[in-house]
């Protein structure tokens, strides 16, 4: 090749890959090994994939590819001449025009040819401190890392590399992150939560949840009972407490359940409240089952003579009053338990019954008296009532005359009560007389005989001798005008 200048320019032509197979390109070599070709980043062979055509008068030539480039986005042209010197001059020798020209263009295109390839390295800019070491780490140090630097600007061993060969794969998937940028930002808010979410625990629930996922979308469709028992807490920690009392209940026949169950809330929650005497009415069982209502209106109306049973009975008015007057509260409690009962044997009728909860929290302010009817000698109590609960319901519909009765024979005392009923009676044990109030005063009520004659009548003491006529007058003035009570007391000395 004739001599040929050497441009000033850069040993390196990139070309947009298409149908085209020939590129030209405009710097100057002397041989046609003195450039490399690649397709992206793969090295094309002299002869095999290529051929290159010089120009002769310029120095520039074009690479001629043998087939038309496929699935490539470049084709690049690089000076490559091998370093190298092929003549030497000796001392007397010839020194050629020509010979030297040529080592000298050598020279030039080796320049050229390093240049080019600094300008495609890492090149610190002429800002930075002189004697800034920018040696790389040894291989050992950086091998499988991120090339990075340290705080003083030099080059280090980074963080261990992560493969990311796979992520071409993921192209379309990327596109599609690209678009849900506001999504990904309003996500960033909640970093330690999706934090959570990744721990091994977190990863292992949402499995088990993912296994049942049929029981999931049934309790989906449950949503408004699951709201109503996350809005009753109180009362459910309530219930919770009453577990040894519910355990209790459950024994009960179902029977004596229905029976209490008629008596309504407001008559269980009384009945609560007085647990102490249900358990003494309890005790009296015998006596109140021999109190039928045929016996008991006949001795309402010969009350001089009661028998010994209602005697016992009277003994025990005042709690009988006070049961009676608490039946609304008993029937409440009966109807509690047998929905308690319902609940444990039917733990989904709690979701479908949520509404009841209010009702359960009204019985939560008696939880105490609750407890006390859910021991083994309370339900048994119960129980026991409720196997005599027509007797009971006799004594009930009663309950009025037995208030009268009360109030009518007050029983034995030391003392005269401060007032009474007219027609009351009260038995003195201090003098061992009977006495009648008459609407001021009490008076005696009786009079005592012997075989030699009245002991005491009417305020007269002694041995009082009364004609028949004077008995028949003492009695029908002082006594029957005012509709009392007469007894007698016979003595035989």
Do not use: C
């Not at 800019?125 to 140090?141: E, I, K, N, W, Y």
């Amino acid at each position: 090749m004739s001599n040929i200048p050497i441009s000033n320019v850069t040993r390196r032509q990139v070309f947009a890959a298409s149908s085209a197979t020939t590129f030209a390109f405009t710097f100057e070599v002397l041989s046609e090994t003195d450039i490399s070709v690649f397709s992206d980043d793969t090295q094309l062979e002299l002869s095999t994939n290529y051929t290159v055509t010089l120009n002769s008068a310029t120095g520039t030539g074009q690479v001629n590819l043998s087939a038309t480039p496929v699935g490539v986005s470049q084709i690049a042209v690089i000076g490559n001449r091998a370093i190298q010197r092929t003549t030497d001059f000796t001392t007397g020798g010839d020194f050629n025009a020509k010979t030297l020209n040529d080592e000298l263009d050598s020279l030039t295109i080796f320049a050229q040819q390093n240049a080019e390839g600094l300008q495609r390295t890492l090149i610190a800019p002429q800002t930075d401190p002189a004697g800034l070491d920018m040696t790389l780490p040894r291989v050992s140090d950086r091998a499988n890392k991120y090339l990075a630097f340290g705080s003083a600007g030099e080059a280090i061993g980074g963080a261990a590399a992560v493969d990311i060969s796979g992520i071409q794969d993921l192209t379309a998937e990327i596109s599609a992150l690209g678009g849900l940028s506001s999504e990904l930002t309003t996500l960033v808010a909640f970093t330690a939560q999706l934090t959570n979410l990744g721990s091994a625990q977190a990863i292992a629930n949402l499995s088990a949840v993912g296994a049942i996922a049929n029981e999931v979308s049934v309790v989906s469709t449950m949503k408004t009972d699951i709201d109503n028992v996350l809005d009753s807490t109180a009362e459910i920690s309530t219930a919770a407490s009453l577990s040894t009392a519910l355990s209790t209940f459950a024994g009960i026949g179902t029977a004596d359940i229905a029976t209490v169950a008629s008596y309504g809330t407001a008559t269980l929650t009384g009945v609560a409240s007085q647990s102490a005497n249900i358990t003494q009415v309890a005790s009296l069982s015998a006596e109140i089952t021999a109190v039928s209502a045929s016996s008991y209106s006949a001795l309402m109306t010969n009350a001089v003579g009661m028998s010994a049973n209602i005697a016992q009975v009277l003994s025990q008015s005042a709690e009988i009053t006070q049961v009676a007057s608490q039946s609304a509260e008993i029937t409440g409690v009966f109807n509690i338990r047998a929905n308690v009962t319902t609940a444990a044997d039917n733990v989904s009728a709690i979701s479908s019954n949520s509404i009841n909860i209010g009702a359960i929290s009204a019985v939560s302010t008696n939880i105490n008296n609750i407890n006390n009817l859910g021991s083994a000698g309370a339900v048994s109590n119960v129980a026991t009532v409720a196997s005599a609960i027509d007797s009971v319901n006799t004594v009930a519909t009663n309950v009025s005359a037995t208030i009268v009765f009360g109030q009518t024979y007050l029983g034995a005392l030391n003392t005269a009560p401060g007032s009474a009923i007219e027609g009351a009676l009260y038995w003195n044990s201090s003098a061992d007389k009977l006495y009648v109030f008459d609407s001021s005063a009490w008076s005696q009520a009786a009079f005592e005989i012997s075989s030699t004659g009245v002991l005491s009548v009417d305020g007269e003491t002694g041995h009082v001798v009364l004609s028949t006529a004077q008995l028949t007058a003492k009695l029908d003035n002082s006594y029957e005008p005012k509709g009392r009570a007469v007894a007698m007391s016979l003595v035989f000395s």
